[in-house]
């Protein structure tokens, strides 16, 4: 059974830092791709950033430079982090982990598509304001 919960959000000022993680347990996913995803209010959820199983990295035109992904293994347990620099208030947003599907083999992660990913966490709250 897969297991994502996020913590660290919170409100934070403009130019302002925060970092993210998420307590992974994954079983059979372990080895597929994670990524944070986000969503502000009436918009739709967003890919931030995708971290593969050898630690190859792909952001999103709007974070790229300013945040930051990483995971400390590819074993069941894990955690994945996001590292979020320069916060400006478009950062706003409810943020979550995500693990790729998985069929004979993990499938791959998309930025630009939430179905891609099989198995979402609750989600955690970053607010960018002064």
């Known amino acids: 059974q897969v297991r994502l919960a996020e913590n660290g959000g919170g409100s934070v000022q403009p130019g302002g830092s925060l970092t993210l993680s998420c307590a992974a347990s994954?079983?059979?996913?372990?080895?597929?791709?994670m990524a944070w995803f986000r969503q502000a209010p009436g918009k739709e959820r967003e890919g931030v950033a995708i971290i593969d199983r050898d630690g190859k990295t792909t952001y999103s035109d709007s974070v790229k430079g300013r945040f930051t992904i990483s995971r400390d293994s590819i074993s069941a347990e894990s955690t994945l982090s996001l590292q979020m620099n320069s916060l400006n208030t478009e950062d706003t947003g409810m943020y979550y982990c995500?693990?790729?599907?998985?069929?004979?083999?993990?499938?791959?992660?998309?930025?630009?598509?939430?179905?891609?990913?099989?198995?979402w966490g609750q989600g955690t709250q970053v607010t960018v304001a002064s």
């Open positions: 995500g693990v790729a599907r998985r069929y004979f083999a993990c499938a791959v992660l998309d930025l630009r598509d939430p179905a891609s990913v099989a198995h």
């Open positions: 994954l079983g059979p996913y372990s080895r597929c791709q």
